[in-house]
């Protein structure tokens, strides 16, 4: 961690307060022998949100899965550091029982049960709770998020990726959780629903409180809704830092947000195709 | 031609066809959750049915508390059968697993034998009436109560999957296992419920079988019927295998009604369905109902 780049304000949260989340020097290896996180650490301070960002194969979904314990069901593990979430040691904790501590991971590709109804998977995301009356209010409270889910009565596989895409946010809010790690909200949606999806995710986190960790390929849209970001790469964050500092450095510019300036067109810039992608 | 015989094994095939599809039920069950292909279904029927009969004639208990006993005994039945013999098998080839069940339906065979001997016997008397008459048909009271006891089960799974949250959670598990975790499933337990009703159900089955027939070995031979009826329905649909069941039954009478007309070859109540699961596995190897890219054995 002391290899990486803090921009803009120093450290995440006030240290007065412990953030909701705290991953702390974590390695994780898959079957026994592929390293894949070397010592990554990151902080959620509670009812912000976050940006994990960085390219593929980074690293980003494995932390995620790291968390929430999926990690486990794809042959990983946890061998050295520490996760917390409100104080409790995460490591070794089954998935089934870290949703119940609050903590929900939305994952990549939506990954809804295709052969249930919309109705159904929301049921499904309520599988935690018993509360029948509460569950019931929640359904609508979903509903009043996501109006179009409602005239979707038929089996959610034939939803489209938009859809499908509310449907597994929506299904996430039934659990009522305290953290929702989100993957790749936006994979495969078209420009104008990757902005509904983040409208909707800033007012999941104003509205209802919710902590989100939000991983990105997207990084402009996942800047634009996050207050501080982290940006992964070959396991490691290289560069963390406010939003607003990101969003303004010039290599995140350079590398995640594309658009720059004409002169990179030029003949001369050929260049930047070996200047090495790091900050080491 | 004899019509009144032809309509009387077309009833006899709807009954014993609904309970050829309870039993391939609770098979595709286990299928569907776990991917287990239980090849000791039969026993299941067996076990519950020789329980049932010694609660009731050694035991001298009424019927109904006999067979609640039973439901109870088979369920812990089914879950320590998971927890032991299944759950460490988690994850090794599926034709590990298969051999694991072939094991198992060979020691209970054996197992029932030894405790029960090897001879057919009797359940004492059940209702007054032994016969009722329907429509002018002659049917045997038990049959009645079998298919109104295989309808209740049906209507009671068709709840169980579509309004609790366990059976929801049991179909996220059967759609994709790691999509039920991360909503808060925990896989081990939706095996061992699924193993656990799925024993109950059968042991239904044995039970009412038992009652007309006699408890003995021949029981297991349950479990051989359900693959011409859960390969007709689709090896993974629920709605599939009740229909498989329901067609074998009548295909068996409807066989054994032509044989008894005309063919007098003398068996082919016992093999016709076998032919019928030949000729699907070449035209329709899914079956009716099933998923296109599940993996065979």
């Known amino acids: ?280 | 031609m004899d019509f009144s015989l032809l309509l009387q094994l077309t009833l006899n095939g709807l009954i014993v066809g609904a309970l050829y599809g309870v039993v391939a039920m609770s098979f595709v069950l286990i299928y569907k959750a776990s991917q287990v292909v239980n090849f000791a279904q039969g026993e299941f029927l067996l076990v519950g049915a020789w329980v049932c009969w010694w609660f009731l004639t050694d035991w001298q208990l009424p019927f109904w508390m006999g067979f609640l006993f039973t439901l109870a005994f088979m369920t812990l039945f089914g879950l320590v059968l998971q927890v032991v013999v299944l759950r460490p098998l988690i994850g090794e080839p599926v034709i590990s697993v298969i051999m694991a069940t072939i094991g198992l339906g060979i020691f209970f065979q054996a197992l029932m034998k030894w405790i029960f001997g090897v001879f057919a016997k009797p359940f004492p008397p059940i209702f007054a009436t032994e016969r009722v008459s329907v429509l002018g048909l002659e049917v045997q009271t038990v049959y009645l109560l079998s298919l109104a006891i295989s309808l209740l089960i049906m209507l009671g799974f068709a709840w169980f999957f579509t309004a609790s949250k366990h059976g929801l959670a049991m179909r996220a598990t059967a759609f994709d296992q790691q999509v039920a975790q991360s909503l808060g499933v925990s896989v081990p337990r939706v095996f061992a419920m699924s193993w656990a009703i799925s024993a109950v159900v059968s042991s239904v089955a044995g039970v009412v079988v038992g009652v007309v027939n006699g408890v003995s070995s021949a029981l297991s031979f349950y479990g051989i019927k359900v693959f011409p009826a859960v390969i007709l329905g689709g090896l993974d649909s629920i709605l599939g295998a009740v229909l498989g069941g329901i067609i074998v039954g009548l295909l068996e009478n409807w066989a054994h009604y032509l044989d008894s007309q005309w063919l007098n070859w003398g068996n082919m109540f016992q093999i016709a369905p076998f032919y019928a699961l030949v000729l699907i596995l070449l035209l329709k190897p899914y079956g009716l109902f099933g998923t296109k890219n599940i993996e065979r054995v």
Not at chain 1, 134 to 149: A, H, Q, T, W
Not at chain 1, 168 to 186: C, F, N, Q, Y
Not at chain 1, 236 to 264: I, M, P, Q, W
């Open chain 1, 1 to 280: 961690m002391s290899e990486a780049t803090t921009l803009g304000r120093q450290a995440p949260p006030s240290p007065a307060e412990p953030p909701l989340l705290e991953v702390n020097n974590i390695e994780v290896v898959y079957h026994d022998v592929i390293l894949v996180l070397r010592g990554l650490s990151l902080a959620v301070p509670k009812g912000k949100i976050v940006a994990l960002l960085g390219a593929n194969g980074a690293g980003k979904s494995t932390t995620l899965k790291a968390i929430s314990g999926l990690l486990k069901t794809e042959e990983g593990e946890v061998t050295r550091g520490e996760i917390r979430f409100a104080g409790e040691r995460l490591n070794g904790i089954e998935a089934h029982q870290i949703v119940r501590k609050g903590i929900f991971q939305v994952m990549e590709g939506r990954r809804i049960v295709a052969d249930m109804t919309c109705l159904e998977n929301l049921r499904l995301g309520a599988f935690t709770r018993s509360d029948t009356a509460g569950v019931k209010r929640d359904i609508e409270m979903v509903y009043s998020y996501f109006p179009r889910l409602k005239e979707r009565t038929g089996l959610a596989g034939y939803l489209s990726g938009g859809e499908q895409q509310m449907l597994a946010i929506g299904r996430a809010l039934m659990a009522r959780p305290k953290l929702i790690l989100m993957d790749e909200p936006s994979m495969g949606l078209s420009p104008l629903l990757v902005k509904e999806v983040f409208g909707i995710i800033r007012r999941l986190n104003q509205d209802l409180g919710i902590t989100i960790l939000l991983v990105e390929q997207n990084a402009r849209m996942a800047l634009s809704v996050a207050s501080y970001g982290y940006v992964m790469e070959q396991g490691k964050v290289v560069l963390d830092g406010t939003a607003e500092a990101l969003a303004s450095n010039e290599d995140v510019k350079e590398f995640y947000l594309g658009g720059h300036g004409a002169e990179r067109k030029s003949f001369r810039n050929l260049k930047s195709y070996k200047r090495r992608k790091r900050w080491l």
